[in-house]
């Protein structure tokens, strides 16, 4: 009997799983997405040619493990000089804008970290000497909507991203030298780039053409290797449980929210946030594509990105909450001043969406339990879809070890343990 691999959710990670697990070796592969196509949440609605994008998503440059997978597999993409910045409060009222870093600038000159323990957002904020602390609180209330930062997970740290902080009065040199000799140091500040010798980010990519285009490659490709695909299939966790044999492998590469119920477990509670876009016709004298990031906790978008589509360019506010569109265009010019000179057109597009990038220490370790139940039931035979790591190439590594370790009929537990 063939051995069956069937995969749950057609966003990158499903589709990241098909490639891989046809590359280990299943020849009877099914991929199930509930709605007419591929893409999941980086799929974007096109209108009169030009792709009405919710958010930035970006891939790696040259190299980039997921750029070569989906390379191998047909798909084109455009590398660039990744241009963006961040704007943060002052204390003279004004803001300071700095290029090349994404992530909040604070006037300090300290540097010391407290040595804090715990898992929560609030403990990891804790660490950091006054007044950056504050600035950070701040930021995060106006962005999760007040919810308690003990409640979540530090993590969090890296999609709201003050993951690095730059201390704008410090020494850049001995800071250098003490992010070189001290991870924890590394971790938690940051020095703009082409302030030291380390230049990460240089360059990103988009595919050619755009995301339509991308996933309408994949969806070429997958079928050439003899990949089902079943769209507008929803499979309920009970049925898919049902039917998981004993020659077949189950990815769950879509929310992991209606496995706890099947599996015996209380859902945990869950931070749902909702972003709303905002997407207008734009003309902009900057370099593009190019985003910047909001950490002063004022106004509605906490960033704005501009691309061309359709050899046009469009300009995104991503906000925390919803918007008066109109007083939206003078904060997304106000936030792009510093690369360029941004003019907001028409709107074209404002979607109002739940994302669940930030979760809760209850949910992670609601995660932790199900994993945990799903392989107490099933071994390897289920693979789960790598809902917590934010970044792509984490997510990849976590459900291609998993593939391998299913193939090979090896515990995956084990193999991350
Ligand atoms: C604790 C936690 C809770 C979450 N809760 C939710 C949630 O309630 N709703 C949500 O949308 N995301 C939720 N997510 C996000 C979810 O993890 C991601 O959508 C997905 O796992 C990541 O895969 P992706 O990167 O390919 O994402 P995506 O681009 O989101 O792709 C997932 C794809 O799966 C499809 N899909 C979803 N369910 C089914 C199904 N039963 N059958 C067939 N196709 C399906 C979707 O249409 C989508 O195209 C949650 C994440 C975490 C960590």
Redesign the pocket.
Known sequence: MSRRLRI???????ILAAFEGHRLGWRDIVL????EGL????RPRVAHGAELRDGCVYFGGPGDPIVTILTTHGAKFEAFANRFGSVSPSTTGATIFCRDFGGPVVETEETALASVGGASLADRLSAYPEPVRGSLERYCRWHLDDAGLAGIDAEAAIPLAINRVVPAYADFDALADAKRADPRMDDLWGIPRGHWGRTANLVASLPTGGFATLFETCRRALLDLGVRLETE????PRQAFAELGDDDTLVW??????LFKPLGLATPH?LRKTFASYIYEARFDGPCPAYVQNFTAQGSAFRVYVYVTGGRTMAVAECVREADPLDLKAEMADLMAGLGALEVGELAQVSVQPR?IY?SRE?VDG?AALRAAAAARFGPRFIA?A??PYAKSA?LAQVNAALAAAWTGESALALTA
């Open positions: 749950i959710g057609g966003g990158l990670t499903g199930h997405e509930r709605f893409g999941g949440v980086a299939s929803l499979v309920p590469a879509a929310s992991p929210t209606p869950l669940w979760h949910a995660l879809g809902w917590e997510k």
